[in-house]
């Protein structure tokens, strides 16, 4: 059973395709959205709603939005132990994993994972990677806004034609140009900013409150700004069905008020706003296309739903948005679809999908001016941005030099003329025969993208015959075969709590977070806290359901009070 998984920045989510359709499972507290947090105790592993409340309780122990480091060798402290964030994501899919082994009954081996259109080699590597750390194949890397539209594409039949689907999710921002017609999905052309998305716009709250009361936030404790986010993140849904908001919180003993906005909120974004313009207007350039010639925009992620967004598309492309499907669902919805066409499901079996490669990749060359000398540091595309995926290109390249021994093929990732603007990817170093004249002594480099979007670089000496594959070692954000070997096992000794003890951590972990945030009824939870520790002692199954109950509706209450 291959599964469609979306991991996603700030949530994450599994499913499958069956005979009925695509079909999200729930995780231990009965939701189909598990948030992408991270927190360590001793020597477990908490994942989701009740590691989301320890970001207040315990925030050294914990750790969200770690899809922004992916590719990079960030390492993150928790407690005693550091990660990697293909390791933080790792532990999110051993409980997703987990979550659709209760469901299927068998612990799932393969899956397709979604990852950003705009992703880079490195960061399509370092997800697999996360794959293989969980213990899963990762049959398919499918691009975000190709699965929302396979998703979106196959609930309206009749949605022939070409459309844009714009994905704002928790810290990325992607758009693609797609073509549907007679069960063919063919992307055209995918841009996007890997950092920007819903935090950013937080982010914005965060500063403009500090602002206004003359706080600095870089000078509050961790928990009280991890109090002072979440609060704001409250608010800053609250702005997509309100004119205006308020916000009442105690800091370092003080008590603050703050009221804010559509309008105030709308000009605090609009640097975001304009930054969105550049990815789209790249697209509709790519893909050839005018905005009359579109016939639909598709709005998913969770962070499309603010009012602004939608007023952007209309002002951009003069017409209302569409979002049919639920916009934190499609992703996964189309993942567990390319899941279900790599297992051949029958009724599937007539889509076909193409997809495109995000950016331009090529080597670094010499040009010779006009003066006849030669000028290093130009960058000679071999792969365009766009291209449809697989593919694979081929360039022949001379040494600048007579009698040289060896030459070095330096691959770049990027838009600009100048490699210095690029992004290094790696280099490889070929042995040539010094006593052939120059033009005789010519390479061939191959560069191959595959169907995942994973770039692979063949070098061969054309007089010689010698070949070499890239290895790109020197990019920090990767790791080695024998690395993720020697990772697994360490991984493994790491514990996630059982699931039947889902819904009590998660119960105890929002408690500990109302006590850090309730100066006033510390008294209140705490009894609350003591006495439902004692009736999990007496693992009595319906007792401590039955208490269980009853404490949520007081933090309900509670909550609701404040
Ligand atoms: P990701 O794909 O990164 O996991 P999601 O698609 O789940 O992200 O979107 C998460 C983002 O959506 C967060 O930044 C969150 O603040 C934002 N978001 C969710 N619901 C709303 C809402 N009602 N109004 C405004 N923003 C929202
Ligand atoms: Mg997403």
Same mark, same amino acid.
Request: charged residues 25%; glycine residues 8%.
């Given at each position: ?127 697999? &990677? ?163 010639? *579109? ?57 076909? *999908? ?70 290094? *990817? ?11 004249? &120059? ?48 990772? *697994? ?74």
């Amino acid at each position: 059973m291959i599964v469609g998984i979306d991991l996603g920045t700030t949530h994450s989510l599994i499913g499958v395709y069956a005979e009925d359709g695509s079909r999200l499972f729930p995780n231990a507290l009965g939701e189909s959205l598990t948030p992408s947090v991270v927190s360590v105790e001793g020597d477990r592993v908490l994942v989701g709603q009740a590691a989301r409340d320890r970001l207040i309780s315990h925030p050294r122990q914990t750790v969200a939005a770690f899809k922004r480091w992916m590719g990079s060798d960030r390492q993150t402290r928790l407690g005693e132990r550091t990660f990697r964030p293909e390791e933080l994501s790792a532990l999110v899919l051993r409980s997703l994993l987990a979550d659709a082994e209760a469901a299927l009954g068998e612990k799932p081996t393969e899956a397709v994972i979604s990852v950003p259109a705009y992703f880079s080699d490195a960061q399509r590597k370092a997800t697999r &990677a996360a794959g293989e750390l969980a213990g899963v194949k990762v049959e398919r890397l499918i691009n975000e806004p190709t699965a929302a539209a396979l998703a979106y594409g196959l609930q309206n039949r009749e949605g022939e034609g070409r459309f844009l689907v714009f994905d704002l999710g928790g810290g990325t921002f992607d758009v693609s140009i797609l073509e549907c017609f007679d069960n063919v999905f063919e992307v055209h052309a995918s841009a996007g900013d890997n950092f920007l998305g819903g935090e950013d716009f937080l982010e914005l709250l965060v500063e403009a409150f500090c602002q206004d009361q003359q706080l600095r936030s870089g000078a509050l404790p961790a928990a009280e700004l991890g109090q002072l986010r979440r609060r704001l993140e409250l608010l800053k849904r609250d702005l997509t069905g309100k004119q205006e908001t308020t916000l009442e919180i105690a800091l370092g003993g003080r008590e603050y008020a703050w009221r804010i906005d559509e309008d105030r909120f709308a000009k605090l974004a609009d640097p975001l706003l304009q930054r969105m313009r550049t990815p789209i207007e790249r697209a509709m350039r790519d893909a050839k296309l005018q905005p009359t010639q *579109l016939d639909e925009i598709v709005l998913v992620g969770g962070a499309s739903r603010m009012p602004l967004i939608s007023r952007l598309v209309s002002r951009m492309f003069g017409r209302l948005p569409l979002r049919h499907i639920n916009p934190d669902h499609a992703i996964a919805l189309g993942a567990t679809v390319a899941a279900g066409l790599k297992t051949r499901d029958a009724k599937l079996e007539e889509i076909i *999908l193409t997809d495109v490669c995000p950016y331009t990749l090529g080597t670094e060359v010499a040009r010779e001016d006009p003066n006849g000398h030669l000028q290093k540091g130009f960058f000679h595309p071999i792969i365009l941005r766009n291209s449809t995926v697989p593919l694979s290109r081929e360039d022949v390249f001379c040494p600048t030099h007579e009698r040289q021994e060896k030459l070095t093929i330096d691959v770049y990732q990027g838009e600009n003329p100048l490699v210095a603007n690029n992004i290094k *990817l790696g280099e490889i170093t070929i042995k040539i025969d010094p006593r052939r004249s &120059a033009h005789e002594n010519s390479v061939t480099v191959r560069f191959t993208y595959d169907i995942n979007g994973l770039l692979q670089v063949e070098v061969t000496a054309d007089a010689t015959g010698e070949r070499h594959e890239l290895v790109l070692e020197q990019n920090p954000g990767l790791l080695s075969p024998e690395e993720i070997a020697l990772r *697994l096992k360490a991984l493994e000794a790491l514990k996630i709590h059982p699931r039947e003890q889902q819904e009590n951590l998660a119960m105890l972990a929002r408690a500990e977070r109302m006590y850090e945030e309730f100066l006033h009824e510390r008294e209140r939870l705490q009894g609350w806290i003591v006495q439902f520790r004692s009736v999990l002692d007496t693992q009595d199954i319906e007792l401590i359901a039955r208490n269980r109950e009853e404490f949520g509706r007081a933090l309900d209450i509670l909550e609701s009070q404040l």
